[in-house]
């Protein structure tokens, strides 16, 4: 299957910046859309940000404007790179992967392992 490896969160200050990166582990794939999530506690994990293989990208409109979603698909890697952090931005962040296994022409669907990001002074 599909690993994905997430790298990148931490405790930074508000107005502070982050970037979080994410990779598939997996060679012989085809990615159609990769994402990041977040869920705070007590909340539903929701879409952050996302794009596809041919770069066309989709944000959540708490983050417009602050945060920018990029990929490089020679490394299936992902990056969201977040500035102007807030408080209200503290949450897991979640990479999530959607594609095709070229060896069996199945779909797959993967998240990583999760990466926490607190915003506080």
């Known amino acids: 299957q599909v690993q994905l490896v997430e790298s990148g969160g931490g405790l930074v200050q508000p107005g502070g910046s982050l970037r979080l990166s994410c990779a598939a582990s997996?060679?012989?794939?085809?990615?159609?859309?990769m994402g990041w999530y977040r869920q705070a506690p007590g909340k539903q994990r929701d879409l952050v940000a996302a794009?596809?293989?041919?770069?066309?990208?989709n944000y959540a409109d708490s983050v417009k404007g602050r945060f920018t979603i990029s990929r490089d698909n020679a490394k299936n890697t992902v990056y969201l790179q977040m500035n102007s952090l807030k408080p209200e931005d503290t949450a897991v962040y979640y990479c999530?992967?959607?594609?095709?296994?070229?060896?069996?022409?199945?779909?797959?669907?993967?998240w990583g392992q999760g990466t926490q990001v607190t915003v506080s002074s």
């Open positions: 794009i596809t293989s041919g770069g066309s990208t």
């Open positions: 999530n992967a959607r594609g095709v296994l070229l060896t069996t022409k199945g779909d797959f669907g993967s």
């Open positions: 997996a060679s012989m794939i085809s990615i159609y859309v």
